[in-house]
């Protein structure tokens, strides 16, 4: 990161100074970091500053480089053309997969040697990228020096989206690049999605890749690489949840993987996770909602469910049937995507249960005896629709349908050739002999028919043939 501190760089706006944003930008970078990236920053104003060397200990002082962020002040001239020179020296010997430049500054500076140092940087395999910053940055220049690499140039006039940006930037650069080694997956947390997957199951399994990315803050990595990088992870996002799978669903990433029964369980886990909402001793699935009383109730104890959102939601009542000593169920009326909650009561009104319920699917791609969509999914081939969650693990990856008619295509053929080669044994004729007769041997040439074909080549090589032609050529 090369980091504009001029004089400049002190005006003040609606969030505070545009140094002052551009310090919070640097530091959120700084998270999106894993421990085997590499990071350096350099101030600038009237001459470059480097803070920090890509060999920091970046883990084991962030204290430290807070303290040297926060120390930076706004003040002299702007010299971007010596600060992109000390980053092409900071670049060389680096070997890196991906490098990039993030610049930040306002972009009032001289232009002079410019081309020399960018092309430096093109040598060097660097990406340069550029956030304009405050209501009077000179965009037209930070064009110029990322115009090798497609003029990416952000602007953030009032500078509260500049944070975002410089994380998502250095996220992007390293997530940007595919792992392409084979290697074995391993158990990263006790998470209830492994809970049909053992160690050894994960042990044996071999994936042929995925997608380096960072574990984002507030996720929980469940399965991880040879790495340490999240191969499976689950975070909550308000009354949901959202998985990321790093590898892929065709086979070039997980290679096997993706046709084992280890994954069939990891897939079943999953699609749980997504849709079955657990809390404590109440469960909905789908349309369905199910009450476990601890200690039972008494055997006529009715249970009332209400169901409340946000106006203009009306409140409504669902009643419960028992189904067991401490079990009830109930089937929740229509619910638009959103979120609610669900209260339960005995018949006095007494309080049991109070749980949060997010709907954030259509209630027409549920599988119930009315639905109108699934019917028309059912006939489109290739489209299988599960009765149960537990038909998941019943799924396999389907094999390309080219090569299934082909294989079929073939087998008749190779039937039909042994019937064929069979019936004709059994009349005693063999296939050799059928063969020689569809295509009988050339017999030689007798002497006479050599030497007339002699004459004939003999009268293409005469000086009157070739006389005769070029006459009639000129």
Do not use: C
Not at 15 to 38: F, M
């Amino acid at each position: 990161v090369v980091m504009d501190t001029s004089g400049s760089m002190a005006t003040e706006g609606r969030y505070g100074t545009k140094l002052k944003i551009a310090k919070e930008g640097v530091k959120r970078a700084l998270k999106v970091l894993s421990p085997d990236d590499l990071f350096s920053l350099i101030a600038f104003h009237s001459k470059p500053e480097l803070i920090l060397p890509f060999d920091y200990p970046l883990k084991e002082r962030e204290k430290d480089i807070d303290e040297e962020i926060e120390g930076l002040q706004a003040g002299g001239g702007t010299d971007i053309i010596e600060a992109l020179k000390e980053a092409a020296k900071t670049f060389e010997g680096i070997e890196a997969t991906n490098k990039q430049l993030l610049l930040i500054s306002d972009g009032i500076a001289p232009e002079e040697g410019l081309e020399e140092v960018l092309l430096k940087l093109k040598d060097q395999k660097v990406e340069v990228v550029a956030i304009g910053v405050g209501q009077d940055a000179n965009l037209e220049f930070l064009k110029k020096i990322t115009a090798p690499w497609g003029g990416k140039v952000y602007y953030s006039p009032e500078g509260e989206t500049l944070p975002e940006i410089a994380s998502r930037e250095v996220g992007r650069i390293k997530a940007s690049y595919l792992y392409l080694k084979p290697f074995n997956p391993k158990r990263a947390s006790s998470h209830h999605i492994l809970k049909e997957i053992s160690d050894k199951d994960l042990r044996e399994s071999v994936l042929s890749g995925y997608l380096r990315t960072t574990l984002k803050e507030g996720s929980q990595m469940i399965i991880a690489t040879s790495l340490d990088e999240p191969l499976v992870a689950v975070k909550e996002v308000g009354l949901g949840k959202s998985l990321v799978y790093t590898a892929d669903g065709e086979g070039r990433l997980s290679g096997e993987f993706l046709n084992s029964s280890t994954f069939n369980r990891l897939l079943a886990g999953m699609v749980r996770e997504l849709f079955l909402q657990e809390y404590g001793d109440v469960e909905v699935i789908g349309e369905k909602v199910v009450y476990y009383s601890e200690p039972p109730l008494p055997l006529n104890t009715p249970v009332v469910g209400t169901v409340s959102g946000q106006t203009p939601f009306k409140t409504r009542s669902i009643n419960f049937e028992r189904q067991g000593i401490n079990s009830y169920e109930a089937v929740l009326p229509y619910l638009p995507s959103g979120s609610y909650f669900l209260r339960l009561t005995d018949k006095q009104g007494t309080l049991l249960k109070e749980v949060p319920l997010g709907v954030s699917y259509p209630r027409e791609y549920l599988i119930t005896s009315e639905n109108f969509i699934l019917p028309s999914l059912k006939n489109q081939e290739g489209v299988t629709v599960l009765g149960s969650f537990n038909d998941i693990n019943k799924l396999s990856v389907p094999t390309g349908k080219n090569i299934i008619w082909l294989r079929s295509w073939l087998l008749l053929l190779s039937i039909i050739f042994f019937l064929l080669e069979l019936s004709l044994r059994m009349l005693g004729i063999k296939g050799r002999d059928i063969l020689k007769k569809m295509f009988p041997k050339r017999t030689l040439p007798t002497r006479e028919e050599i030497d007339k074909r002699k004459r004939f080549l003999d009268i293409f090589k005469g000086d009157v043939f070739t006389e005769n032609v070029s006459h009639k050529h000129h």
